[in-house]
């Protein structure tokens, strides 16, 4: 099976998605936000392109929380921003998230045509992968893998393309790959062992410091510390416990 591995979410090209399964990594920040919102109690995430559907659709659901960011910064007027900080229980417990992103939830909508949509980080890789095999197995008609990096507004991203390297290592050797599948691979395998650094130098990260976010570097890049696979369904994002 083919792994498919897109640089950002304005990719030129993109696979037909019928019958893949679809993966979507925003390193920093907004996969690693939403899995941890999950694991604080998130009830569920609803992804919108642009600030004016956000404020529009609170409008029609008033107890929505407002979440996300623009230029790595907290949208005026929001309830939270892109932080994983911002998600704790005392916020997000029980609550539903209208959610607006530079980069991630533009990926998301990218790829929503897929059979299923997984939203990843390196928090959350290995139960992303158990996921996706338990799901190729229970559906024999799945025919690829599509990897979709958020990139940072549609340049390639050192944070996503090595947690999209780490997907990739650990599906396994029965998987094939694109280039820049393998390639991701490679950089993941040369940089795992100083993941932190690797990401605090790259220019996203150097960015999130330089305005105060150097605990979300620190945090974003810790692999494998939730067991939460959150997916697609009709639009929202919901934290699945039951592979179908």
Not at 99 to 105: A, I, L, P, S
Request: charged share 20%; aromatic share 6%.
């Amino acid at each position: 099976m083919l792994i498919d591995v897109l640089p950002s979410a304005g990719s030129p090209w993109m696979p037909a998605l019928k019958n893949k399964v679809a993966v979507v990594i925003d390193v920093f920040r907004a996969t690693s936000t939403m899995v941890t919102a999950f694991s604080n109690g998130c009830r569920a995430i609803i992804p919108v392109l642009t600030t004016e559907e956000a404020l529009e659709r609170r409008t029609n659901e008033p107890g929505y929380l407002l979440g996300g960011e623009r230029r790595a910064l907290p949208i005026e007027g929001f309830d939270v921003g892109n932080s994983p900080y911002d998600y704790v229980t005392e916020k997000v417990g029980g609550k539903t998230i209208i959610m607006t992103t530079t980069n991630g939830t533009r990926a998301i909508h990218a790829v929503a045509e897929a059979r299923q949509v997984w939203i990843a980080s390196f928090l959350n890789a290995g139960s992303v992968v158990d996921a996706i095999n338990q799901y190729i197995r229970k559906n024999s008609e799945i025919d690829g893998i599509v990897i979709i990096c958020a990139g940072s507004e549609d340049r390639f991203d050192i944070p996503d393309t090595l947690c999209a390297g780490m997907l990739v290592d650990m599906l396994g050797k029965d998987m094939e790959s694109n280039d820049l599948g393998r390639a991701a691979q490679m950089l993941y395998n040369i940089s795992k062992d100083r993941l932190h650094e690797t990401l605090s130098m790259s220019e996203h990260g150097r960015l999130l410091q330089s305005i105060g976010y150097e605990k979300d570097v620190s945090y974003c890049a810790q692999p494998n510390i939730l067991s939460i696979t959150p997916v697609l369904e009709d639009g929202v994002v919901i934290a699945r416990t039951e592979i179908i």
